[in-house]
């Protein structure tokens, strides 16, 4: 992509109303604009890492033996009538009411719906077990949205839902997501610690929630030192196997978010007590049968029984997810992206564009890595160094590559790593390979 | 993916409310299921075909150098105030109020949005030109929602905006969206054919719709019996060339929607004329300034004279594209996918699921396909042949590839192709062979 046509508004200014690092590096950086309160559009470069980010929850679902399907965003209120949440979830709950005067309501989440949709189709105990999921816009009227896409109105949730014969089998949907879970957020470069929860309106007596600990963290978190130190898993998962002891690894040592958190593992702990500020990024659920129950979810089982399914919820917040992987990565020039995120892999720069010697080697390079697939994000702009490298540090991609008339002369560009800032003089061809590696 | 595993609901009855084939196909299929009057889930075989149509979309948008982002579902009701659409617009108009009693709207097309974009962002010439679009459930709250997907309440459509100096340059964004709409629906086995059209609550004064021929069509179009017969685009575009050749070809034939026919041609064509019912698939538009005015998007000229940005809008129905398909392509068993928007390549079917040689052989053939990216459903269920065959017609996967014990025992399983319905016997290893081709 050429800088000079991509549609890439950074800003030199920090906007006032942004409060958190990510929201003000988010505007600057050109990835998303306010269109009314909490709710935003998502310009190109923040799209892609949308995008990005978005694949890496679908291939890990898909590897868990998770089934993608798309579930509306406008849902009827009668199912929530059914359940009995349509009283109690207040004001966060976008109501609408159609032409005809229809009770409709903007999903804020999808218990009801899918165990609807599962209801009407799943008959039979040998269909079992399903485990199935969506990606999609949702809506919760928050009174005071803030922190741009950490705290939005209308968010991108991967919300899963699981529907087992028995309690055991509902463990295992659990524990599967539970580790899909620890490996999505790996290969986004964070370190999400697994913390026990409270269940609030999703219901159910078994729940963690994923945390990453920053200082901008909207609550207060516990956890063990050894946790905040672990070693992630890189290993290749079987989850058809027994996912117990890979789970047990993570919840033997103590880790509690605010409301579940028991003051005297504060004592017992000591000094391994870690206590900081977490950011929210996926929360699971098992709740049993407390949707199935009300909404007659039911299968006929071996003998011809009625069993009442048990179920679980499993929940990611995507959008959510650009803003915390920014508070996790970034620097006081601007956004580090981890490689597996990035909107493009490499910002080729030309410090002398319309020099007929730079504009050829600059062209050839994007060309050549553009044809490998790489993707490059090529700053052909007439506008001086200064603004060049700091737009591209602001955007942060892993990788700069320069080339200038002196180098040029030299048959030689600089490679610049943006997360080490380690910066090296190479022979064109040399600085290809590296890239291409 | 395991038939025995995968989500798929087919039904041996035709639904009583389903009053066209792709809505009977789909609901039949196990891709759709309605949760409320035009408003559907997308079950995995659904989604998946979704899926492949928006990533044809997608790709014959950037190849145009159509930017992509994501502009959010509720927009502010003060922005279609400013363009005067926000009382014109209806009752097909979603509004809703906050919880503030702030009018917002469920978007049902962001010519409004896009522009305030723009105009926040884009203040020099030297930016221009700027092609933009986004793929984005839109709402439009049809009095009688009917045909499935085909008139939704909620559907998903592909919107691209254009921004230029003139009017020249405006047309060249409407001839790329032209040219690129010709590619993206015969990648997709569809004969759609551009018509002058009605520019509607769009405005302007140059639009076509692209237009399939198909007796369930919802109005009457008629055109040159030759543009009927015409070959579509198969060669590489060069979007920075004067594409207007290339759409004087197909606009020099007479083609108009009911709106703009004109019965004097008519008369002149005889024999010449085809009058048929189409479906509608996808529009575009030039309507120059009628939202930059209002809204104020004017960039800076070259001479620091104020100019007022030429716009157009260009539309896919992605979601009533499913349907559409299916309307083209179909028979008395069921859907015949086009291999590009196929959910998966192959139905691998067992016929004596529990036979240790047909395991062996079927799950052999299920491994190495999938290893070689093969998309396959593999039907290993404990069913009756007749019900496996029924079920693979109706889903309409391009190749079916048979194992029975008689076939197994002399070293063959059968090919058959779901269009031709041609069969053949081979030896195991040349139906990998072709398949894999």
Not at 91 to 114: A, C, Q, S, V, Y
Not at 131 to 140: D, G, M, V
Not at 357 to 371: E, I, M, P
Request: aromatic share 8%; net charge negative.
């Amino acid at each position: 992509m050429l800088l000079s046509r991509f549609f890439l508004p950074t800003l030199k200014e920090t906007p006032a109303e942004a409060q958190i690092v990510s929201h003000r590096l988010m505007l600057r950086a050109g990835m998303v604009r306010q269109s009314s309160a909490g709710i935003y559009s998502w310009l190109p470069l923040g799209f892609k890492v949308l995008k990005k980010i978005e694949q890496i929850v679908r291939e890990e679902q898909d590897a868990a033996g998770c089934q993608e399907l798309l579930m509306p965003t406008i849902q009827p209120a009668e199912l929530w009538r059914e359940s009995g949440r349509y009283e109690d979830y207040g004001k966060e709950m976008l109501r609408i009411k159609d032409r005809h005067e229809r009770d409709m309501l903007f999903g804020p989440t999808n218990e009801e719906l899918i165990t609807d949709i599962f209801r009407k189709e799943v008959k039979s105990y040998r269909q079992l077990p399903k485990l199935l999921y969506h990606i999609q816009w949702k809506f919760r009227d928050e009174v005071r949205p803030r922190f741009g896409v950490m705290r939005g109105r209308e968010f991108l949730m991967k919300d899963s839902y699981s529907f087992d014969l028995d309690k055991a089998g509902a463990v295992r949907a659990y524990n599967k997501m539970f580790v899909a879970y620890l490996r999505t957020f790996a290969r986004m470069g964070l370190k999400a610690i697994p913390m026990a929860a409270d269940t609030g309106p999703i219901g159910g007596d078994l729940s963690h929630e994923f945390i990453i600990l920053a200082e901008t963290g909207e609550s207060q978190v516990y956890c063990h030192r050894d946790l905040v130190e672990k070693d992630w898993l890189g290993e290749r998962i079987d989850y058809e196997a027994d996912l117990q002891p890979i789970v047990d690894r993570f919840t033997r040592l103590y880790a509690a978010t605010d409301e579940k958190h028991d003051a005297t593992q504060a004592t017992k702990l000591g000094e391994a007590l870690v206590s900081a500020r977490g950011i929210e990024v996926g929360h699971i659920f098992y709740f049993g049968t407390k949707y199935s129950e009300p909404l007659g979810a039911v299968v006929q089982g071996p003998n011809g029984e009625n069993i009442t399914v048990e179920m679980g919820s499993y929940g990611i917040g995507v959008s959510r997810l650009v803003g915390a992987i920014i508070e996790a990565h970034h620097d006081d020039k601007g956004i580090i992206w981890p490689e597996s995120v990035a909107p493009f892999a490499v910002g080729l720069v030309n410090l002398k564009s319309g020099d007929a010697d730079c504009d050829r080697v600059a062209g050839d390079l994007y060309a050549k890595l553009s044809a490998n697939s790489v993707a490059v994000l090529y700053d052909d702009r007439d506008e001086r160094a200064g603004v060049k490298f700091a737009d591209m540090d602001l955007i942060g991609l892993p990788w700069q590559l320069v080339v200038g008339p002196k180098g040029v002369k030299a048959g030689q560009v600089e490679l610049k790593n943006r997360k080490s800032g380690e910066r090296q003089e190479l022979a064109v061809e040399s600085a290809l390979a590296r890239l291409l590696g």
